[in-house]
């Protein structure tokens, strides 16, 4: 069964700090991975996704994420966090030829000026 | 955003009625979900769909049932609304071809208390 896990309910950086949001992931067969970013009150936003190539994926707002098989993690970074990031993150995981999209608990992510 | 609504944005309902909420898209994507939003359980599926009439159950159907007459909408029907549905509702789609790898686009949710 796919699963996955953010073991962080908040993450607190300083702004101009770096931030790293963690997922780890299980899932049979080659994983296709996503990270998502809520607003208060609002939707589901798609920031990036992994599905085969390059390790590092680059997405939306200067996030980025890194593909590790060995470690099955899928972290969100950012070099240089900013006050408005302050929000929720969530990390995905579908399986192959699958509809139905795992999706964390969430991390919220506070970032200090 | 994405072209999809939802409706009601808020609903306030008591325990045993029928409640349908409504996700209308305007993207042409073939494939539509919700799910409900819970802390500290992050986004659950409730049912998906795959076209026009096709549909399936997500990792938390019981009580919910749905509905896809056209491409553009996908109603979700609590049956008989309990407590324990009380949730935020998210529609979400997508479409371009293999479900698993594309990103899903989500309407603005609905939140739903039941008294």
């Known amino acids: 069964a796919q699963s996955v896990a953010q073991p962080e309910d908040q993450v607190n950086v300083a702004e101009g700090n770096p931030l790293t949001v963690k997922c780890t992931y299980s899932?049979?067969?080659?994983?296709?991975l996503f990270w998502y970013v809520q607003y208060p009150n609002r939707g589901l936003q798609f920031l990036l996704k992994?599905?085969?190539?390059?390790?590092l994926v680059k997405g939306s707002y200067g996030f980025e994420a890194e593909f590790n098989k060995s470690q099955t993690s899928f972290h969100l970074k950012k070099p240089s966090a900013l006050v408005s990031d302050s929000a929720l993150y969530f990390c995905?995981?579908?399986?192959?030829?699958?509809?139905?999209?795992?999706f964390g608990a969430g991390t919220r992510l506070f970032v200090k000026a | 955003d994405a072209g999809i609504t939802q409706s009601p944005r808020h609903k306030v309902t008591e325990t045993g009625t029928p409640v349908t909420l409504r996700c209308h898209q305007t993207?042409?994507?073939?494939?539509m979900y919700w799910y409900r939003q819970d802390p500290g359980h992050g986004l659950r599926l409730i049912h998906y769909?795959?076209?026009?009439?096709?549909?399936d159950k997500g990792e938390v159907s019981d009580g919910y049932s749905v509905s896809r007459s056209k491409t553009e909408d996908f109603l979700l029907t609590l049956e008989s609304a309990t407590s324990s549905q009380t949730s935020v509702y998210f529609c979400?789609?997508?479409?371009?071809?293999?479900?698993?790898?594309?990103?899903?686009?989500f309407g603005p949710g609905t939140r739903l208390t039941v008294t």
């Open positions: 979400a789609i997508s479409g371009s071809g293999r479900a698993e790898v594309d990103e899903q686009y």
């Open positions: 899932v049979s067969g080659n994983p296709y």
């Open positions: 992994y599905i085969t190539g390059d390790n």
């Open positions: 995905a995981v579908n399986g192959p030829g699958g509809f139905k999209t795992i």
């Open positions: 993207e042409n994507h073939r494939y």
């Open positions: 769909s795959y076209g026009v009439k096709d549909t």
